[in-house]
């Protein structure tokens, strides 16, 4: 059987390039499976993955996209085409990202077997945190969307909450859920000697800058350090694509500051070390676009995560019995005191 996945895939940064990669690795050890990679351009010039057929046939941003993929499938004819996607990935603006997500129903009309790994739903995303403008076009927009994704043969979301919001109200597609998991079949147990030895470390990772801010972080950070000098925050990833700078100008506020560290853009590689040295995760979100990778990341490290209590985080708990500890939305005192609440009793 031939398959085409279409994702964002290492080595570049885009979003869900990490999903992407996993999903990858687990059907390349699938027998009988042929596996090509229809990925996102990369800005450089730097050598694939080995052991993976990539195309790169498909741009951030990029109107052509609709025409550069369709030829490519057209030429391959794979038994399905796997889009792993979210309302962003094609772009930050909104031409090119609405005529991205038309590709998949376009592939389906060609005549192949096509299934959408859908991240977000339009109707759960704060679209004032999200840094949207005009909302009401959004949501007609993102509604003419879903439903060009749901013309898909299959379609799979992480939460059950957002298969009943497409089928309450689209009423068509053939809808699943897939949890999210932990992106590894070969989850370790912790070295907890690695852990407060001396320093706490509280983790933050994510793309910075709309619902994912840092300004609280750090505020609660600084309670925790009167009551345990020795902690550490290390704050990675990089910038949210409608935020660019935003993680330079915080750091340049904090350069000062040496319990503060940012680390940029982790490679998959450096993962493991990163939550591994990692006493505390934490995910002060002020709303959420999707089941977080992140926690799940956690997960596979076990490392206790600390997340504000809002709905995705508390569907992730019920759903999937992830241990999540909830602090207030918005509160710092709350966040610094779960954080120092975590770190004296582990």
């Known amino acids: 059987m031939k398959i085409c996945l279409v994702s964002a895939f290492p080595p570049s940064r885009q979003g869900l390039n990490e999903y992407g990669f996993h999903i990858a690795r687990e059907l390349s050890q699938q027998a009988g499976l042929q596996l090509t990679i229809l990925a996102d351009d990369l800005d450089s010039q730097v050598p694939e993955l080995p052991g993976y057929s990539v195309i790169r046939c498909w741009g951030f941003n990029k109107l052509s996209n609709p025409i550069r993929l369709l030829r490519v499938i057209g030429r391959i004819r794979p038994d399905v085409v796997w889009y792993n996607i979210g309302f962003a990935s094609f772009g930050g603006s909104a031409l090119p990202a609405f005529t991205g997500l038309a590709i998949p129903a376009l592939t389906r009309i060609s005549g192949l077997y096509t299934h959408v790994t859908l991240h977000q739903l339009v109707e759960t995303v704060d679209l004032k945190d999200a840094g949207v403008r005009s909302h009401g076009l ?52 912790p070295d907890l000697s690695r852990r407060g030895n001396p320093v706490h470390r509280i983790l933050a990772f994510g793309k910075w800058g709309t619902y994912k801010r840092l300004e609280l972080l750090i505020a609660a950070f600084h309670k925790v350090t009167e009551a345990l000098p020795q902690a550490e925050l ?113």
């Open 138 to 189: 959004y949501r007609l927009a993102g509604s003419v969307a879903t439903h060009m994704l749901l013309s898909a043969n299959s379609l799979s979301v992480l939460l059950p909450a957002y298969r009943k919001v497409l089928l309450e109200k689209y009423r068509r597609g053939s809808v699943f859920v897939r949890p999210h998991g932990i992106l590894s079949g070969r989850p370790e147990y």
């Open 234 to 346: 290390v704050i990675a990833g990089g910038d949210h694509p409608k935020t660019p700078g935003y993680v330079a100008s915080v750091a340049a506020l904090h350069k000062d500051e040496p319990r503060i560290r940012f680390t940029g853009y982790v490679a998959e590689e450096a993962i493991p070390d990163l939550f591994q040295t990692t006493s505390v995760a934490v995910m002060p979100y002020t709303s959420s676009a999707g089941s977080s990778g992140v926690a799940h990341l956690a997960c596979e490290y076990g490392v206790p995560i600390l997340a504000s209590d809002i709905s995705d985080f508390r569907e992730i708990l019920d759903e999937e019995g992830i241990a999540i500890e909830l602090f207030e939305p918005g509160g710092v005192d709350s966040l610094a005191a779960h954080l120092i609440s975590m770190l004296t009793n582990p």
